[in-house]
């Protein structure tokens, strides 16, 4: 084929994935050289009609990812009055995984695409959570779904990143008695906002084990009881002033604590 293969790709949705795969088999043909014309959001026998007329013009061929049964064997048919290939890209898949799975498809259009947006969201809400972590931006507090609070070893950190594969943007903000907080914290609502309170002597416990972790010796100040009864103090006062809820994670896992933080925000 000297000249550059021309294909229409028809799709109930954008048409994304039929032209993926149309461009994969192009690939191996003509040193890779075509013309693509996509055709998405078909729902209609009118623009199906249309397509193979111009394809019938350019001797081209047809791609297409339709769900609708009726649309796909119309366009087999259409396709093959007009002596036009066709590619059903969708259909034969469809039609053997309704055998494996014993259940019919659901047959709605664009689901791959709605996966996607859910993928992307997903990785948007771990960026963020990356981007905002422990206090490092405080213009992340007015953006986020969830602001946590809590002094070192509280898992700010860990609690960010679960909730991020949950979708939701999360900030968090480390308490130290010598720093003040941003002044967002205060302005922004007290209902996104979750205080992570922690007994001293597990915090004690804690932050030993990750002196020792550091190859450090844990007499230091961080581990020291007095050290930490001060910030615990310090913590009660600013989330007092914030007005937000604030959860014991003492003995919680991650998950728990935050499958609690999730009731919170979603009451």
Known sequence: MGAKPIVYVLSDSVGETAELVIKAGLSQFN???????????????GTIDESIQLAKAENGIIGFTLVDPVLRNYVNDKAKQM???????????????????????????GL???????YFKRVEAIEFAVKYDDGRDSRGIARADIVLVGVSRTSKTPLSQYLAHKRFKVANVPIVPE????????????AKCIGL???????????????KALGLGDQATYANLDRIH??????????????????????????????????IIRN
Do not use: W
């Open 31 to 45: 040193n890779g050289e075509f013309k693509i014309h996509r055709i998405p959001y078909v729902d209609d026998k």
């Open 83 to 109: 002596n036009i290939e066709s590619i059903d890209i969708m259909g034969p898949m469809l039609s053997a995984m309704e055998k494996v799975f014993d259940d019919a498809p659901r047959l709605e259009p």
């Open 112 to 118: 791959v695409h709605k996966l996607d947006e859910d």
């Open 179 to 190: 720093v003040d907080p941003p002044e967002e914290l205060y302005g922004v609502d007290s």
């Open 197 to 211: 309170r922690i007994s001293p002597e597990k915090l004690n416990e804690i932050r030993r084990e990750r002196l």
């Open 230 to 263: 001060q910030e615990l103090e310090y913590f009660d006062k600013v989330v007092n002033k914030i007005g937000c809820k604030v959860i014991d994670v003492s003995n919680k896992a991650v998950e728990e604590t935050a499958n609690n933080i999730l009731q």
